[in-house]
């Protein structure tokens, strides 16, 4: 039986054969340039060469620092104090748990009734503790519903509103946008969207009104404007409070169509 050889692929052959060595220089080549690399670069000393040298340093006179006199005897008589207290306060606690072991043991009820006074106290002062914190952080007014509106004022919305106009014709802006501001904040508690107190913060207007986003949306802007006025004196120029006095208008316009 004849064995049949295939053909072989001479181009095949040639590319196999020049990329061997073509390897066959280039590693060598690599292996050599690592190691002129590596002798060439600095060599780390030993450590015990650099805690020598770390040692060295640190025992420069500039390096050495040794407290006065009197602020080691301040130390020392402060740990005493503290000590001291800490030993009378240990007492106290030792006086109280001895003496609610007696008091459990001989009057029980009055050791229970002790008891829940001072988990009534402890509960009151978190409860303190919970409403100044909520207090504190904006917690958000009760907003007065629409059936139960307050009678309109002398200064009305409407009545503010011509007044800013009035104040904005003789170029005191500043005075308009009051005016302006305040009109928006009575317009929105006429219509129960937010509850209108002097005492209310800019920033808790605008989250009493969060929940509606069309509303918000006009009044943020003249907000903003009446915080830079009052705290950082930025003037309002004729063409800022024409576009505050738009979208107030566009605020109003919300409202009455959300009626």
């Given at each position: 039986?004849?064995?049949?050889?295939?053909?072989?692929?001479?181009?095949?052959?040639?590319?196999?054969?020049?990329?061997?060595?073509?390897?066959?220089?280039?590693?060598?080549?690599?292996?050599?340039?690592?190691?002129?690399?590596?002798d060439?670069?600095?060599?780390?000393?030993?450590a015990?060469?650099?805690?020598?040298?770390?040692?060295?340093?640190?025992?420069?006179?500039?390096?050495?620092?040794?407290?006065?006199?009197?602020?080691?005897n301040?130390?020392?008589?402060?740990?005493?104090h503290?000590?001291?207290?800490?030993?009378f306060?240990?007492?106290?606690?030792d006086w109280?748990?001895?003496?609610?072991?007696?008091?459990?043991?001989?009057?029980?009820w009055?050791?229970?009734?002790i008891?829940?006074?001072?988990?009534?106290?402890?509960?009151g002062?978190?409860?303190?503790?919970?409403?100044?914190i909520?207090?504190?952080?904006?917690r958000?007014r009760?907003?007065?519903?629409?059936?139960k509106?307050?009678?309109?004022?002398?200064s009305?919305?409407?009545?503010l509103?011509?007044?800013?106009?009035e104040?904005?014709?003789?170029?005191?802006?500043a005075?308009?946008?009051?005016k302006?501001?305040?009109?928006?904040?009575?317009?929105?508690?006429?219509?129960?969207?937010?509850?209108?107190?002097?005492?209310t913060?800019?920033?808790?207007y605008?989250?009493q009104v969060?929940?509606?986003?069309?509303?918000s949306?006009?009044?943020q802007?003249?907000?903003?404007a009446?915080?830079r006025?009052?705290?950082?004196?930025?003037?309002?120029?004729?063409?800022?409070y024409?576009?505050?006095?738009?979208?107030a208008?566009?605020?109003?316009?919300e409202?009455?169509?959300?009626?």
């Amino acid at each position: 039986m004849l064995l049949r050889i295939p053909a072989i692929d001479t181009n095949r052959a040639k590319r196999l054969v020049v990329g061997a060595l073509v390897l066959a220089v280039i590693i060598p080549l690599t292996s050599s340039l690592l190691v002129v690399l590596a002798d060439s670069s600095p060599q780390r000393p030993p450590a015990p060469v650099i805690r020598q040298q770390v040692t060295e340093i640190l025992s420069q006179p500039k390096y050495q620092y040794q407290p006065p006199a009197w602020l080691i005897n301040l130390q020392q008589r402060a740990v005493k104090h503290l000590g001291c207290i800490l030993q009378f306060i240990a007492r106290i606690l030792d006086w109280l748990f001895s003496g609610s072991r007696y008091l459990y043991q001989a009057r029980p009820w009055l050791y229970w009734t002790i008891i829940a006074l001072i988990l009534l106290t402890l509960g009151g002062f978190l409860y303190h503790i919970l409403v100044t914190i909520q207090g504190a952080f904006g917690r958000r007014r009760q907003v007065r519903p629409a059936d139960k509106q307050l009678p309109i004022p002398l200064s009305s919305p409407a009545v503010l509103r011509r007044q800013a106009r009035e104040l904005a014709s003789r170029g005191n802006f500043a005075a308009a946008l009051r005016k302006l501001y305040q009109a928006c904040l009575r317009y929105l508690d006429q219509h129960g969207y937010l509850y209108y107190h002097p005492a209310t913060t800019n920033g808790e207007y605008l989250q009493q009104v969060y929940d509606h986003p069309e509303l918000s949306t006009h009044l943020q802007p003249i907000t903003q404007a009446m915080n830079r006025l009052c705290y950082a004196h930025i003037p309002i120029t004729d063409t800022i409070y024409q576009r505050l006095d738009t979208l107030a208008q566009q605020l109003w316009q919300e409202v009455d169509r959300s009626e």
